[in-house]
T-cell receptor, first 117, second 111 residues
Framework: GAGVSQSPRYKVAKRGQDVALRCDPI?????LFWYQQALGQGPEFLTY????????KSGLPSDRFFAERPEGSVSTLKIQRTERGDSAVYLC???????????????FGEGSRLTVL | GESVGLHLPTLSVQEGDNSIINCAYS??????FIWYKQESGKGPQFIID?????DKRQGQRVTVLLNKTVKHLSLQIAATQPGDSAVYFC??????????FGTGTSLTVIP
């Protein structure tokens, strides 16, 4: 499809397992963002890529969280040694513009819902 | 850090009435704001945006008002329809160029 695609849509992990969440942005989009959305809350910024460069990772909650976008297209968010508090929906968004452009609508995927038991 | 908050967490309106959703932001340096709609199980969807050099912008059935003096945003939806039922977020672009989202307002349209 033409939108942002995320997989898996649902992931159940046992505490301590590693998980990898994938994001396929809209083709040609320069910017890619990862957000974490806890139940009943707004999305919280995790990290931002401009092409393959990770320009901002200030929102990553700990060093267990790692994101990459090696070829400037698909991105993977990896969470190591998952904890129950990591349970949330992880949203990926892309934009044709660099962050800071005059206008910067984000196109969101439907998210990956992670449940850590 | 920035914070974006909403005055009312829930709002119920009759179908056909106008809806007003409010949002307060704290960073006076924020230069760009977006309203998003999020339906259950889906990602946020863009509704309308406004730059800090404007105080009003209109779209189809929606209007965003920005009051920089009191750091307040509002989203007005005209002739609210059942399909408008969703959670609405305002987001501000902070100094680091990432967007900060508020908690959201859940809008329920009563047929």
């Amino acid at each position: 499809g033409a939108g942002v695609s995320q997989s898996p849509r649902y992931k159940v992990a046992k505490r301590g397992q590693d998980v990898a969440l994938r994001c396929d942005p809209i083709s040609g989009h320069v910017s890619l963002f990862w957000y974490q959305q806890a139940l009943g809350q707004g999305p919280e910024f995790l990290t931002y890529f401009q092409n393959e460069a990770q320009l901002d990772k200030s929102g990553l909650p700990s060093d267990r969280f790692f994101a990459e976008r090696p070829e400037g297209s698909v991105s993977t968010l990896k969470i190591q040694r998952t904890e129950r508090g990591d349970s949330a929906v992880y949203l990926c968004a892309s934009s044709p513009e660099p962050a800071g452009a005059a206008t910067g609508e984000l196109f969101f995927g439907e998210g990956s819902r992670l449940t850590v038991l | 850090g920035e914070s974006v908050g909403l005055h009312l967490p829930t709002l119920s309106v009759q179908e056909g009435d106008n809806s007003i959703i409010n949002c307060a932001y704290s960073n006076s340096a924020s230069d760009y704001f977006i309203w998003y709609k999020q339906e259950s199980g889906k990602g946020p969807q863009f509704i309308i945006d406004i730059r800090s050099n404007m105080d009003k912008r209109q779209g189809q059935r929606v209007t965003v008002l920005l009051n920089k003096t009191v750091k307040h945003l509002s989203l007005q939806i005209a002739a609210t329809q059942p399909g408008d039922s969703a959670v609405y977020f305002c987001a501000e672009r902070g100094s680091g160029n990432q967007f900060y989202f508020g908690t959201g307002t859940s809008l329920t349209v009563i047929p």
